[in-house]
């Protein structure tokens, strides 16, 4: 009988902070700067992180469909990881809020999403 391998993932969540390429809402702006710091953010408190580009739409709150391009900054850990962090995640998404002057960041956390 074959040997069967088990696996043990101890990097079982992942959280993902989406960098918009929009000031003011819909003012288009380049994001790369912003991207460094939240890759550089989150590898700091997680060990390492990740950036995607991704292109994607939303109802402003005046009703207007801004689109835009955005980069999806991710890391992964494990769920103590998470517990111990999760406040300063909830921060770094605020910062970058308030800095980009957006009415919301989105937070997703193991295929949840948050609005901040």
């Known amino acids: 009988m074959k040997k069967q391998l088990a696996f043990k993932y101890d990097l079982d969540c992942k959280v993902s902070v989406y960098v918009p390429s929009t000031m003011d ?19 700091t408190i997680f060990g390492g992180a990740t950036a995607s580009n991704a292109f994607g739409g939303w109802v402003a709150q005046n009703g207007e469909v801004v689109t835009e391009k955005v980069t999806i900054v991710y890391a992964f850990c494990s769920s103590e990881q998470l517990s111990e962090n999760i406040d300063t995640v909830y921060g770094i998404c605020l910062d970058l809020k308030k800095s980009m002057k957006q009415e919301a960041i989105t937070l997703e956390i193991n295929g949840q999403v948050k609005f901040i």
Not at 25 to 43: A, C, F, G, M, R
């Open 25 to 43: 809402v819909n003012k288009p702006v380049d994001n790369t700067e912003k991207v460094l710091e939240i890759i550089k953010k989150l590898s």
